[in-house]
Protein backbone atom coordinates (compact mmCIF):
# COMPACT_ATOMS: atom_id res chain seq x y z
CA UNK A 1 0.00 0.00 0.00
CA UNK A 2 0.76 3.40 -1.25
CA UNK A 3 2.23 5.80 1.83
CA UNK A 4 -0.17 8.36 2.70
CA UNK A 5 1.99 11.32 2.02
CA UNK A 6 2.30 9.50 -1.89
CA UNK A 7 -1.94 10.59 -2.48
CA UNK A 8 -0.95 14.65 -1.24
CA UNK A 9 -0.33 15.75 -4.40
CA UNK A 10 -4.27 14.73 -5.71
CA UNK A 11 -6.55 17.21 -6.32
CA UNK A 12 -10.19 16.90 -4.64
CA UNK A 13 -12.20 16.60 -8.37
CA UNK A 14 -10.53 13.47 -9.23
CA UNK A 15 -11.09 11.41 -5.56
CA UNK A 16 -14.48 13.04 -4.61
CA UNK A 17 -17.09 13.24 -7.39
CA UNK A 18 -20.33 12.74 -4.76
CA UNK A 19 -20.15 16.08 -3.11
CA UNK A 20 -18.47 14.60 0.42
CA UNK A 21 -16.93 17.36 2.87
CA UNK A 22 -13.58 16.66 1.26
CA UNK A 23 -10.94 19.18 0.64
CA UNK A 24 -7.59 18.98 -0.65
CA UNK A 25 -6.31 19.31 3.31
CA UNK A 26 -9.54 17.53 5.07
CA UNK A 27 -12.00 14.81 4.80
CA UNK A 28 -14.94 14.79 7.45
CA UNK A 29 -15.97 11.59 9.08
CA UNK A 30 -19.21 11.61 11.10
CA UNK A 31 -18.90 9.53 14.61
CA UNK A 32 -22.55 8.45 15.78
CA UNK A 33 -22.63 6.51 19.62
CA UNK A 34 -25.13 7.37 22.69
CA UNK A 35 -22.55 9.35 24.77
CA UNK A 36 -25.07 9.46 26.94
CA UNK A 37 -28.39 7.27 28.34
CA UNK A 38 -28.57 4.22 29.15
CA UNK A 39 -26.12 3.10 26.64
CA UNK A 40 -23.53 5.02 27.25
CA UNK A 41 -21.73 2.42 29.65
CA UNK A 42 -21.55 0.17 26.34
CA UNK A 43 -20.70 3.03 23.46
CA UNK A 44 -17.70 5.21 25.41
CA UNK A 45 -15.23 2.85 24.81
CA UNK A 46 -16.18 2.79 20.67
CA UNK A 47 -16.39 6.16 20.64
CA UNK A 48 -12.37 6.47 22.36
CA UNK A 49 -11.46 3.87 20.05
CA UNK A 50 -12.52 5.61 16.82
CA UNK A 51 -10.92 8.39 17.87
CA UNK A 52 -7.55 6.65 18.71
CA UNK A 53 -7.22 4.90 15.36
CA UNK A 54 -8.54 8.65 13.51
CA UNK A 55 -5.70 10.88 15.74
CA UNK A 56 -2.79 7.52 14.97
CA UNK A 57 -3.98 7.62 10.99
CA UNK A 58 -3.88 11.69 10.85
CA UNK A 59 0.10 11.13 12.56
CA UNK A 60 0.94 9.33 9.82
CA UNK A 61 -0.13 11.23 7.26
CA UNK A 62 -4.52 11.02 6.93
CA UNK A 63 -5.76 9.31 4.29
CA UNK A 64 -5.16 10.53 0.63
CA UNK A 65 -2.77 12.95 2.29
CA UNK A 66 -6.12 14.81 4.19
CA UNK A 67 -5.83 14.82 7.60
CA UNK A 68 -9.78 13.72 9.28
CA UNK A 69 -12.10 15.72 10.85
CA UNK A 70 -14.88 14.21 12.99
CA UNK A 71 -18.05 15.87 13.80
CA UNK A 72 -19.47 13.98 16.72
CA UNK A 73 -23.00 13.44 17.48
CA UNK A 74 -24.84 11.82 20.35
CA UNK A 75 -27.60 9.25 19.55
CA UNK A 76 -28.72 9.78 23.37
CA UNK A 77 -30.04 5.96 23.95
CA UNK A 78 -32.73 6.91 21.48
CA UNK A 79 -33.29 5.54 17.72
CA UNK A 80 -35.20 8.24 16.41
CA UNK A 81 -32.65 10.47 17.59
CA UNK A 82 -30.09 8.61 16.06
CA UNK A 83 -32.14 8.50 12.55
CA UNK A 84 -32.31 12.31 13.23
CA UNK A 85 -28.20 12.65 14.04
CA UNK A 86 -27.53 10.11 10.36
CA UNK A 87 -29.54 12.27 8.48
CA UNK A 88 -27.86 15.64 9.64
CA UNK A 89 -24.07 13.68 9.18
CA UNK A 90 -24.81 12.88 5.70
CA UNK A 91 -27.00 15.58 4.48
CA UNK A 92 -25.87 18.72 5.96
CA UNK A 93 -22.35 17.71 7.11
CA UNK A 94 -21.41 15.73 3.90
CA UNK A 95 -19.89 12.76 6.29
CA UNK A 96 -17.27 10.61 3.94
CA UNK A 97 -18.15 7.97 6.34
CA UNK A 98 -19.91 7.30 9.46
CA UNK A 99 -18.50 5.33 12.44
CA UNK A 100 -21.46 4.33 14.80
CA UNK A 101 -24.42 2.66 16.42
CA UNK A 102 -24.23 0.35 18.69
CA UNK A 103 -27.31 -1.39 19.13
CA UNK A 104 -29.45 -3.06 16.24
CA UNK A 105 -32.71 -0.72 17.16
CA UNK A 106 -30.21 2.47 16.57
CA UNK A 107 -28.80 0.54 13.51
CA UNK A 108 -32.40 -0.48 11.80
CA UNK A 109 -33.28 3.03 12.63
CA UNK A 110 -30.34 4.61 10.36
CA UNK A 111 -30.26 2.22 8.21
CA UNK A 112 -33.22 3.85 5.55
CA UNK A 113 -31.29 6.79 5.85
CA UNK A 114 -27.67 5.27 4.82
CA UNK A 115 -28.98 3.76 2.13
CA UNK A 116 -31.18 6.63 0.74
CA UNK A 117 -28.83 9.03 1.18
CA UNK A 118 -25.83 6.22 0.06
CA UNK A 119 -23.53 6.59 2.89
CA UNK A 120 -21.29 4.21 4.35
CA UNK A 121 -21.64 3.31 7.69
CA UNK A 122 -18.63 1.19 9.85
CA UNK A 123 -20.89 -0.92 12.24
CA UNK A 124 -18.99 -2.28 15.48
CA UNK A 125 -21.05 -4.54 17.81
CA UNK A 126 -21.64 -8.41 17.42
CA UNK A 127 -25.46 -8.83 16.31
CA UNK A 128 -28.34 -10.89 15.19
CA UNK A 129 -27.22 -11.01 11.88
CA UNK A 130 -30.29 -11.49 9.15
CA UNK A 131 -29.02 -8.30 7.30
CA UNK A 132 -26.45 -7.33 4.70
CA UNK A 133 -26.47 -3.51 3.25
CA UNK A 134 -24.26 -1.87 0.44
CA UNK A 135 -24.11 0.89 2.84
CA UNK A 136 -22.53 -1.26 5.72
CA UNK A 137 -18.72 -3.07 7.40
CA UNK A 138 -20.60 -4.50 9.83
CA UNK A 139 -16.97 -5.05 11.96
CA UNK A 140 -18.15 -7.20 14.86
CA UNK A 141 -19.84 -10.79 14.81
CA UNK A 142 -22.53 -11.92 13.47
CA UNK A 143 -24.84 -14.66 15.08
CA UNK A 144 -23.06 -17.67 13.80
CA UNK A 145 -19.72 -16.67 14.77
CA UNK A 146 -20.88 -15.76 18.50
CA UNK A 147 -24.40 -17.26 18.89
CA UNK A 148 -23.90 -20.87 17.17
CA UNK A 149 -20.33 -21.04 18.59
CA UNK A 150 -20.89 -20.34 22.12
CA UNK A 151 -23.76 -22.30 22.42
CA UNK A 152 -21.77 -25.49 21.10
CA UNK A 153 -18.67 -24.54 23.26
CA UNK A 154 -21.06 -24.88 26.57
CA UNK A 155 -22.95 -27.86 25.35
CA UNK A 156 -19.93 -29.64 24.73
CA UNK A 157 -17.56 -28.42 27.41
CA UNK A 158 -20.54 -28.24 30.56
CA UNK A 159 -22.68 -31.31 29.10
CA UNK A 160 -25.71 -28.51 28.73
CA UNK A 161 -28.81 -29.38 28.26
CA UNK A 162 -31.41 -27.34 29.32
CA UNK A 163 -30.99 -23.31 28.89
CA UNK A 164 -32.72 -20.58 30.48
CA UNK A 165 -32.32 -17.14 28.02
CA UNK A 166 -32.65 -13.86 28.98
CA UNK A 167 -32.26 -11.03 27.64
CA UNK A 168 -33.69 -7.10 27.55
CA UNK A 169 -36.55 -6.32 25.00
CA UNK A 170 -35.87 -5.06 21.91
CA UNK A 171 -34.51 -6.71 18.18
CA UNK A 172 -31.14 -7.88 19.18
CA UNK A 173 -31.86 -9.59 22.25
CA UNK A 174 -35.18 -11.14 20.89
CA UNK A 175 -33.94 -12.42 17.65
CA UNK A 176 -30.49 -13.48 19.14
CA UNK A 177 -32.71 -15.90 21.64
CA UNK A 178 -34.73 -16.84 18.66
CA UNK A 179 -31.95 -18.03 16.54
CA UNK A 180 -30.51 -19.76 19.73
CA UNK A 181 -33.93 -21.82 20.78
CA UNK A 182 -33.47 -23.10 17.27
CA UNK A 183 -30.31 -24.27 17.76
CA UNK A 184 -30.81 -25.47 20.86
CA UNK A 185 -33.49 -27.48 20.26
CA UNK A 186 -32.72 -28.70 16.40
CA UNK A 187 -29.45 -28.85 16.88
CA UNK A 188 -28.09 -29.76 20.16
CA UNK A 189 -31.42 -31.68 21.37
CA UNK A 190 -31.51 -29.49 23.87
CA UNK A 191 -34.59 -27.87 26.32
CA UNK A 192 -35.23 -24.27 26.69
CA UNK A 193 -37.00 -24.76 30.55
CA UNK A 194 -37.65 -20.54 30.51
CA UNK A 195 -37.31 -17.31 27.97
CA UNK A 196 -38.15 -13.64 29.41
CA UNK A 197 -37.02 -9.78 28.58
CA UNK A 198 -36.62 -6.66 30.29
CA UNK A 199 -36.88 -3.24 28.98
CA UNK A 200 -33.93 -1.74 28.70
CA UNK A 201 -32.62 0.29 31.77
CA UNK A 202 -34.69 -2.39 33.61
CA UNK A 203 -33.27 -2.61 37.45
CA UNK A 204 -35.33 -5.58 38.89
CA UNK A 205 -34.55 -8.89 38.47
CA UNK A 206 -35.68 -10.35 41.96
CA UNK A 207 -38.97 -12.49 40.09
CA UNK A 208 -36.33 -14.18 37.87
CA UNK A 209 -33.67 -15.00 40.38
CA UNK A 210 -36.47 -16.83 41.97
CA UNK A 211 -37.60 -18.64 38.26
CA UNK A 212 -33.76 -19.49 37.88
CA UNK A 213 -33.62 -20.87 41.12
CA UNK A 214 -36.54 -22.94 40.95
CA UNK A 215 -35.98 -24.34 37.24
CA UNK A 216 -32.51 -24.66 38.14
CA UNK A 217 -31.29 -24.96 33.83
CA UNK A 218 -27.91 -26.08 33.15
CA UNK A 219 -27.19 -22.93 31.02
CA UNK A 220 -28.15 -19.17 32.18
CA UNK A 221 -27.81 -17.85 28.26
CA UNK A 222 -27.99 -13.95 28.88
CA UNK A 223 -28.05 -10.85 26.53
CA UNK A 224 -28.75 -7.72 29.09
CA UNK A 225 -27.32 -4.97 27.53
CA UNK A 226 -26.19 -1.54 28.91
CA UNK A 227 -27.12 -0.23 32.22
CA UNK A 228 -29.29 -3.03 33.37
CA UNK A 229 -26.46 -5.85 33.68
CA UNK A 230 -25.21 -3.74 36.97
CA UNK A 231 -28.29 -4.35 38.53
CA UNK A 232 -28.43 -8.27 37.08
CA UNK A 233 -25.40 -9.50 38.19
CA UNK A 234 -25.43 -7.85 41.25
CA UNK A 235 -28.53 -9.44 42.27
CA UNK A 236 -27.62 -12.82 41.22
CA UNK A 237 -25.20 -12.78 43.22
CA UNK A 238 -27.17 -11.91 45.81
CA UNK A 239 -29.58 -14.14 45.49
CA UNK A 240 -26.35 -16.94 45.64
CA UNK A 241 -26.45 -17.49 41.74
CA UNK A 242 -22.37 -17.56 41.28
CA UNK A 243 -20.28 -19.62 38.91
CA UNK A 244 -19.88 -22.36 41.55
CA UNK A 245 -23.81 -23.14 41.58
CA UNK A 246 -24.81 -22.26 38.30
CA UNK A 247 -23.47 -21.77 34.29
CA UNK A 248 -24.01 -18.52 32.47
CA UNK A 249 -22.74 -17.38 29.37
CA UNK A 250 -23.03 -14.35 28.46
CA UNK A 251 -23.24 -12.21 24.55
CA UNK A 252 -23.56 -8.71 25.85
CA UNK A 253 -20.92 -8.48 28.78
CA UNK A 254 -17.97 -6.77 27.74
CA UNK A 255 -14.51 -5.53 30.02
CA UNK A 256 -16.90 -2.09 29.47
CA UNK A 257 -19.78 -3.20 31.24
CA UNK A 258 -17.60 -5.62 33.89
CA UNK A 259 -16.36 -1.49 34.50
CA UNK A 260 -19.56 -1.21 36.34
CA UNK A 261 -20.66 -4.32 37.10
CA UNK A 262 -17.65 -5.53 39.25
CA UNK A 263 -15.83 -8.47 38.06
CA UNK A 264 -16.63 -9.99 41.65
CA UNK A 265 -20.20 -9.97 40.87
CA UNK A 266 -19.48 -12.26 37.62
CA UNK A 267 -16.45 -13.98 38.58
CA UNK A 268 -16.42 -17.60 36.70
CA UNK A 269 -19.44 -17.07 34.32
CA UNK A 270 -18.20 -16.97 30.95
CA UNK A 271 -18.87 -14.71 27.51
CA UNK A 272 -18.80 -15.57 23.85
CA UNK A 273 -16.59 -12.98 21.91
CA UNK A 274 -14.50 -12.71 19.55
CA UNK A 275 -11.99 -10.26 21.60
CA UNK A 276 -10.64 -9.84 25.22
CA UNK A 277 -8.21 -7.05 26.38
CA UNK A 278 -6.25 -10.29 28.13
CA UNK A 279 -5.13 -11.86 24.50
CA UNK A 280 -1.10 -12.12 24.05
CA UNK A 281 -0.17 -11.04 20.63
CA UNK A 282 1.76 -7.86 19.50
CA UNK A 283 -1.02 -6.31 18.03
CA UNK A 284 -3.33 -5.71 21.07
CA UNK A 285 -0.49 -5.59 23.31
CA UNK A 286 0.32 -2.15 21.27
CA UNK A 287 -3.29 -1.18 20.98
CA UNK A 288 -3.77 -1.42 24.52
CA UNK A 289 -0.88 0.10 25.72
CA UNK A 290 -2.00 2.88 23.13
CA UNK A 291 -5.20 3.13 24.80
CA UNK A 292 -4.69 3.11 27.95
CA UNK A 293 -1.77 6.17 27.24
CA UNK A 294 -4.66 8.32 25.35
CA UNK A 295 -7.70 7.31 27.64
CA UNK A 296 -6.11 6.53 31.28
CA UNK A 297 -4.18 3.58 32.70
CA UNK A 298 -7.58 2.57 34.21
CA UNK A 299 -9.43 2.36 30.88
CA UNK A 300 -10.54 -1.37 29.38
CA UNK A 301 -11.11 -2.55 26.13
CA UNK A 302 -13.94 -4.64 25.17
CA UNK A 303 -14.74 -6.73 22.17
CA UNK A 304 -17.06 -3.93 20.81
CA UNK A 305 -14.05 -1.47 21.50
CA UNK A 306 -11.99 -2.98 19.82
CA UNK A 307 -14.21 -3.57 16.60
CA UNK A 308 -14.67 0.12 16.73
CA UNK A 309 -11.01 0.66 16.51
CA UNK A 310 -11.20 -1.57 13.34
CA UNK A 311 -13.34 1.09 11.40
CA UNK A 312 -10.98 3.48 11.09
CA UNK A 313 -8.22 1.39 9.35
CA UNK A 314 -11.03 -0.49 7.18
CA UNK A 315 -12.02 2.80 5.80
CA UNK A 316 -8.29 3.93 5.54
CA UNK A 317 -7.38 0.67 3.27
CA UNK A 318 -10.29 1.12 0.86
CA UNK A 319 -9.69 4.56 0.59
CA UNK A 320 -6.22 4.38 -0.96
CA UNK A 321 -7.44 1.16 -2.30
CA UNK A 322 -9.73 2.71 -4.57
CA UNK A 323 -8.02 5.88 -5.00
CA UNK A 324 -11.06 8.16 -3.89
CA UNK A 325 -13.74 8.56 -0.96
CA UNK A 326 -16.43 8.04 -3.20
CA UNK A 327 -18.88 5.59 -1.56
CA UNK A 328 -19.49 3.41 -4.70
CA UNK A 329 -15.63 2.88 -4.91
CA UNK A 330 -15.07 2.60 -1.32
CA UNK A 331 -17.31 0.20 -1.07
CA UNK A 332 -16.23 -2.19 -3.86
CA UNK A 333 -12.82 -1.65 -3.00
CA UNK A 334 -13.58 -3.25 0.51
CA UNK A 335 -14.18 -6.68 -0.28
CA UNK A 336 -11.15 -8.79 0.45
CA UNK A 337 -9.26 -5.89 2.25
CA UNK A 338 -7.34 -7.76 4.80
CA UNK A 339 -6.17 -5.84 8.41
CA UNK A 340 -3.01 -8.10 9.52
CA UNK A 341 -2.71 -5.07 12.41
CA UNK A 342 -5.92 -5.78 13.90
CA UNK A 343 -5.93 -6.37 18.00
CA UNK A 344 -7.74 -9.52 17.83
CA UNK A 345 -4.82 -11.02 15.17
CA UNK A 346 -6.62 -11.01 11.84
CA UNK A 347 -9.26 -9.31 9.86
CA UNK A 348 -10.40 -10.04 6.35
CA UNK A 349 -13.24 -8.44 4.54
CA UNK A 350 -15.91 -11.06 3.47
CA UNK A 351 -17.67 -10.20 0.13
CA UNK A 352 -20.83 -9.84 2.24
CA UNK A 353 -19.23 -6.22 4.14
CA UNK A 354 -18.93 -8.77 7.32
CA UNK A 355 -15.41 -9.90 8.80
CA UNK A 356 -13.84 -13.16 9.07
CA UNK A 357 -12.76 -13.69 12.56
CA UNK A 358 -12.33 -16.37 15.45
CA UNK A 359 -15.14 -16.93 18.38
CA UNK A 360 -13.27 -17.21 21.88
CA UNK A 361 -14.95 -17.95 25.04
CA UNK A 362 -13.64 -15.72 27.63
CA UNK A 363 -14.26 -16.40 31.81
CA UNK A 364 -14.63 -14.08 34.16
CA UNK A 365 -11.65 -12.86 36.76
CA UNK A 366 -12.16 -10.76 39.81
CA UNK A 367 -10.55 -8.22 38.53
CA UNK A 368 -12.83 -7.36 35.50
CA UNK A 369 -10.48 -9.50 32.89
CA UNK A 370 -11.21 -12.52 30.79
CA UNK A 371 -9.10 -15.66 30.72
CA UNK A 372 -9.84 -17.10 27.23
CA UNK A 373 -10.64 -20.61 27.56
CA UNK A 374 -11.39 -21.67 23.73
CA UNK A 375 -10.64 -20.08 20.52
CA UNK A 376 -11.70 -21.50 17.26
CA UNK A 377 -10.42 -21.11 13.71
CA UNK A 378 -11.24 -18.20 11.47
CA UNK A 379 -14.95 -18.33 11.15
CA UNK A 380 -16.25 -17.14 7.61
CA UNK A 381 -19.00 -14.85 8.20
CA UNK A 382 -22.86 -15.92 7.12
CA UNK A 383 -25.30 -13.21 7.85
CA UNK A 384 -27.63 -15.63 7.08
CA UNK A 385 -27.23 -18.92 8.17
CA UNK A 386 -29.90 -21.52 6.34
CA UNK A 387 -32.86 -22.49 9.24
CA UNK A 388 -32.21 -19.96 11.18
CA UNK A 389 -34.39 -17.19 9.38
Known amino acids: ?13 EVNTTGLAVTDTEV ?23 RLAIEQINAEGGVLGRQIRIVQEDGASDWPTFAEKARKLLERDKAAAVFGCWTS ?7 PIFERQNGLLYYPTFYEGLEQSKNVIYTGQEATQQILAGLDWVAREKDAKTFYLIGSDYIWPRTSMKIARKHIEDVL ?17 GSLTNKIKLR ?7 AVVGGSNVAFY ?45 LENENNQAFVQAFKQRWGQDAVIGDVTQAAYLGPWLWKAAVEKAGSFDVEKVTAASKGIELKTAPEGYVKVHDNHHLWSKTRIGQVQPNGQFTVVYESDLIEPNPFPEGYQ
Open 189 to 205: GGKVVGEEYYPLGNTQF
Open 216 to 222: KPDVVFA
Open 1 to 13: MLASSAFSSVVSA
Open 105 to 111: ASRKAVL
Open 28 to 50: VVGQLHSATGTMAISETGAIQAE
Open 234 to 278: KQLKAAGITADRQNLLTLSVTEDELLGIGGENMAGFYASMKYFQS
